[in-house]
Nanobody
Framework: QVQLVESGGGLVQPGGSLRLSCTGSPRIFRQHEMHWYRQAPGKQREFVAG???????NYADSVKGRFTIQRDNVKTMMWLQMNDLKSEDTAVYLC???????????WGQGTQVTVSS
């Protein structure tokens, strides 16, 4: 069953902005740490940003200062605000949630972000 759903991807010029969204169940938002990962063609999946159930955030070095992750546990929504986008940000962006590793872990199906002139 699908537990997480992403939206907000699209085509944007370098220097532009996009906001990605991820929605899931109330149970997930009560206790799960949530993350954004991305995967570009021919590249390994990489961590982008994470946020704990209490709101503590962390970011990959490549996106620090440009991306902001946030969540609303009441609305059961998580966002990734992406500013000053670069061509190397082009990838499928995946929402992820985990509480106890693979015992309680979920992935969205991804949303495409393309940064191009």
């Amino acid at each position: 069953q699908v537990q997480l759903v992403e939206s907000g991807g699209g085509l944007v010029q370098p220097g532009g902005s996009l906001r990605l969204s991820c929605t899931g169940s109330p149970r997930i938002f009560r206790q799960h740490e949530m993350h954004w990962y991305r995967q570009a063609p021919g590249k390994q999946r990489e961590f982008v940003a994470g946020i704990t159930s209490g709101g503590t955030t962390n970011y990959a070095d490549s996106v620090k200062g440009r991306f902001t992750i946030q969540r609303d546990n009441v609305k059961t929504m998580m966002w990734l605000q992406m500013n000053d986008l670069k061509s190397e940000d082009t990838a499928v962006y995946l929402c992820h949630a985990e509480f106890d590793g693979p015992r309680d872990e979920y992935w969205g199906q991804g949303t495409q972000v393309t940064v191009s002139s």
